[in-house]
Structures are given as C-alpha cells and as structure tokens.
C-alpha cells in the first residue's frame, strides 16, 4: 500500500494574521521611540504666550534637537518649570548675554532686540497708548548652561523674571508645529 506524502501548507490566513502583527508590533515600536524619545505632544495652558499661541492648542514638540545644538533666540521652548508642570516660553537671552526690559522695549547686549512676532501686539497696544508691557526687568547677565525665556504676554507671564534663568537640563524640546485645532495647523515661527 503506497502512503501518500502530506505536504503541510501554510494557511493564507494563518500568513496573513502573522504579517498583520508584525505590522502592528513594528508601528508600536515606532510610535514608541518617535513619542518618547524624539517628539511629544504639548498642550498651551493660560495667557502667558498670547497672541502667538493660545489656551487648548496642542503643539508638537521637537525633544531631539537641543541633543545636537543649543537652544536659539527667538525659539519656542517647553521647559520642567517644576516636577508636575512645563512651561511654554520664548528664548531671549543665551548664556553669556546681558538683557534687561524696561518697559516694551528688551534689551539684549544693551541693543534693542528685534522681536517681529510681537510687532502687531506692540502697535495695537500704542495706538490705543497703553504699554504692552508693565514689568520691567533690572540688567543681568545669563548664567552658563542656562537661558532668559519669556512669555510673549509679557505682562501677564510667569517667567525668568519670576522664576529665574532656565538650565539646559530642564528643557524638554522645541516647539515645531501646531496641530491642534485644525484651522491653526502652522509651522512655529520665530
């Protein structure tokens, strides 16, 4: 009596639900390192950034970059402004650099920094003959490691004039990219 060979086959289903969770394990893995080690989602809480950036936006977050290079003037960073809560700020001074605020006017190096994303606030609030800004801030000068951040509502922010200089450690990333709600989905400018 001849026995007659069984060939065992491969399912196409069995072969399709084994592509489907490699699939699904591998988009795992990268949404893993993407959202812990290279990008996390923030959410803007209060007026301290206004006009740029306002209360429920969700923004992305840059947290590889300072990795590379040190933070620039004019970018918007998150921070750990203590162990529960960040903070969303504006770098002005860099280590090394004096600044000062007298009024809506800031001073860098004793020059006059140039602040172009404050520009419309600044004119509406002269034409109506009100300073955009009632806190002054006395000459310092920015610590090594560290930098000057503020809000860009500078009359109403919690920042390096209450909370001091910020240490490079304690900067999470760079704000990219706004992505919430849709109608404000923008790159962040300087």
């Known amino acids: 009596m001849e026995q007659e060979e069984t ?8 072969n399709e639900a084994w592509e489907w969770a490699k699939a699904l394990l591998i988009a795992a893995a990268l949404v ?34 300072y990795s590379f290079r040190a933070p620039e003037r004019g970018e918007v960073v998150v921070f750990h402004a203590s162990q ?34 404050l520009k419309e606030a600044l004119d509406e609030a002269a034409a109506k003959g009100i300073p955009y800004n009632t806190r002054n801030y006395p000459e310092k000068t920015v610590a090594e490691g560290k930098v000057f951040v503020m809000g860009d509502n500078r009359s109403n ?34």
């Open 157 to 190: 922010s919690a920042d390096s004039r209450d909370i001091g200089f910020i240490e490079y450690d304690e900067i999470v990333g760079r704000a990219d990219l706004i992505f919430w709600p849709l109608n404000k989905i923008s790159l962040v400018h300087l």
């Open 32 to 65: 893993f390192v993407i959202r812990w080690l290279i990008f996390a989602p923030f959410i803007v809480e209060g007026p301290s950034m206004e006009p740029n950036f306002h209360t429920g936006e969700r923004l992305i977050v840059n947290k590889l970059i």
């Open 7 to 14: 060939v065992e086959k491969n399912s196409p289903l069995k």
């Open 84 to 117: 529960d809560r960040d903070y969303i700020k504006r770098v002005i001074a860099l280590p090394g650099e004096t600044v000062r605020v007298e009024g809506d006017k800031v001073y860098v190096n004793n020059e006059l920094l140039d602040e172009p994303y």
